[in-house]
């Protein structure tokens, strides 16, 4: 059976998974670069990842009990993500791809979440709602690709609610200290509600939110407010790609989806129109490896597999700019 080795490293995650071709996970090993104080510096997640990848690639091995010549391919995310941290992931598929002899397939970072939660759910043809620090799109496949119906018109919703938690005296990551603290929370605080079309904006509401702290809204219901305005915002638009799409199930990825109001929230609009809802577990949320040994196994059958020359990085790359050769078309 084949088995792909992917590489991640698209933000603050290095993580390299090992997956055989029913996607299950037969190994992975990932660490994540935590700044001391504020969001993340590119060139030192980078090094991060450069200095935590030869252990992490040995580690995952090592879990999945396979050698290098069990492997038919290295995988990599190669954008959309920030460049230096792209670079090192590259980096070290493009090395094993060499040494080991092996065709490398570049995956995009988006289009894995996807196909991890599609396959993980079963569902064929799912609106996904993909919420994490850097991204936050409605993503639907049409004629060939996977579409952006809707995303963020300024910052992803992980990375507001980092900026948030931060600009609050905490420390990255900001999501699940909020969630806690949103636990707590009673009274529902007036906030902007961004919603444009299929889009949505997070700025407005966070310089209000720090506002309404600073006037002496207790913490708990600035949190509360902010998750339930936020995921509101994210229901609304994912509930309108799946009208106007004529889809019923909806599967959610990207770390803010670890989050347990979203899930309930997406939960109760999804069944109410008849619908089923899926989210893959933790691990596999956040930017992890295996999602990316598990789409470069998809592309690798369909023809993915790239020379070295071309497997620059690329830090813009858009979902919907992926021809996805390894999916059929709804009819
Ligand atoms: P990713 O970019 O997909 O790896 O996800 C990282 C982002 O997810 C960060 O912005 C985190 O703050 C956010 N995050 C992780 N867990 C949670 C949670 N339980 N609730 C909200 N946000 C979360
Ligand atoms: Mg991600």
Not at 10 to 33: F, K, P
Not at 225 to 231: D, G, I, K, L, P
Not at 237 to 261: M, P, Q, Y
Request: glycine share 12%; aromatic share 4%.
């Amino acid at each position: 059976m084949a088995v792909v080795l992917g590489i991640e490293s698209t933000a603050h995650t290095a993580s390299v998974g090992i997956v055989n071709e029913e996607a299950r996970v037969l190994g992975m090993a990932s660490d994540m670069y935590r700044p001391a104080a504020g969001g993340i510096h590119p060139r030192e997640a980078a090094n991060h990842h450069v200095e935590l990848f030869p252990d992490l690639v040995a580690r995952a091995l090592a879990a999945a009990e396979v050698a290098p010549r069990d492997i038919a391919a290295v995988a990599f995310s190669q954008g959309p993500g920030l460049g230096p941290c792209l670079r090192a992931g590259a980096t070290v598929a493009r090395t094993l791809a060499q040494v080991w002899e092996l065709p490398l397939v570049p995956v995009n970072h988006c289009v894995a979440h996807v196909e991890i939660a599609r396959i993980l759910s079963g569902l064929d043809d799912p609106v996904l709602l993909y919420a994490s620090g850097g991204n936050t799109q409605v993503i639907v496949h049409g004629a060939g690709r996977y579409r952006v119906l809707g995303e963020t018109l300024d910052i992803g919703i992980g990375n507001f609610l980092d900026k948030l938690w931060i600009a609050l005296g905490g420390t990255f990551p900001g999501g699940p200290a909020l969630e806690a603290e949103a636990l707590r929370g009673t009274e529902l605080l007036p906030l902007p509600y961004s919603v444009h079309g299929m889009d949505v904006a997070f700025s407005g509401m966070l310089t209000a939110a720090l506002a309404l702290h600073r006037q002496g809204s207790p913490l708990a219901d600035v949190a509360y407010s902010v998750e339930c305005t936020a995921y509101s915002m994210l229901v609304e638009i994912t509930e309108r790609a799946l009208a106007h799409r004529s889809r019923k199930d909806v599967v959610l990825g990207g770390g803010v989806a670890c989050n347990e109001r979203l899930r309930g929230m997406v939960r109760a609009m999804v069944e109410s129109r008849g619908g089923r809802v899926f989210a893959p577990p933790r691990s596999l949320c956040v930017d992890n490896g295996a999602m990316i040994g598990w789409t470069g196994l998809l592309a690798l059958r369909a023809g993915g597999a790239v020379p070295i020359e071309a497997s620059g990085i690329l830090p813009r790359q858009r979902t919907d700019l992926v021809p996805t050769p390894w999916r059929a078309d709804r009819p």
